[in-house]
């Protein structure tokens, strides 16, 4: 049974610093993509940022923000979202995301359809 099982998340100030993680079980974790997507209010899901299996590609949306960064500890079966400097349009729900495509034509890894199984989702709300 895969599971993603996902933490961090909750109330920062703009400006401030947030590190999500998800915690894997169930697959063979190096041997996938792991993608983080956010949904805000009233909006489609977009995709974040997503990291290869050996950690040694990052995958960027079409405008990269530079403030958020992935990371992955493959002996831990993790992956992370660090995001900084946060901005109130940061605010939305978080998932993780495991994908078993290894090679992605067109930016297949933006889409939510490239990816197999899911995080539950952890609320970021960016607020003073």
């Known amino acids: 049974q895969v599971q993603l099982v996902q933490s961090g998340g909750g109330l920062e100030q703009p400006g401030g610093s947030l590190r999500l993680s998800c915690v894997t079980s169930?697959?063979?974790?190096?041997?996938?993509?792991m993608g983080w997507f956010r949904q805000a209010p009233g909006k489609d899901r977009e995709f974040v940022l997503a990291i290869s299996g050996t950690g040694r590609y990052t995958y960027y949306p079409k405008t990269v923000n530079g403030r958020f960064t992935i990371f992955r500890d493959n002996v831990k079966d993790t992956v992370y979202l660090q995001m900084n400097n946060l901005e109130p349009d940061d605010t939305a729900v978080y998932y993780c995301?495991?994908?078993?495509?290894?090679?992605?034509?067109?930016?297949?890894?933006?889409?939510?359809?490239?990816?197999?199984?899911w995080g539950q989702g952890t609320q970021v709300t960016v607020s003073s």
């Open positions: 995301a495991a994908s078993h495509i290894t090679a992605f034509t067109n930016d297949y890894y933006r889409y939510a359809q490239a990816y197999d199984d």
């Open positions: 169930g697959i063979t974790f190096n041997a996938y993509t």
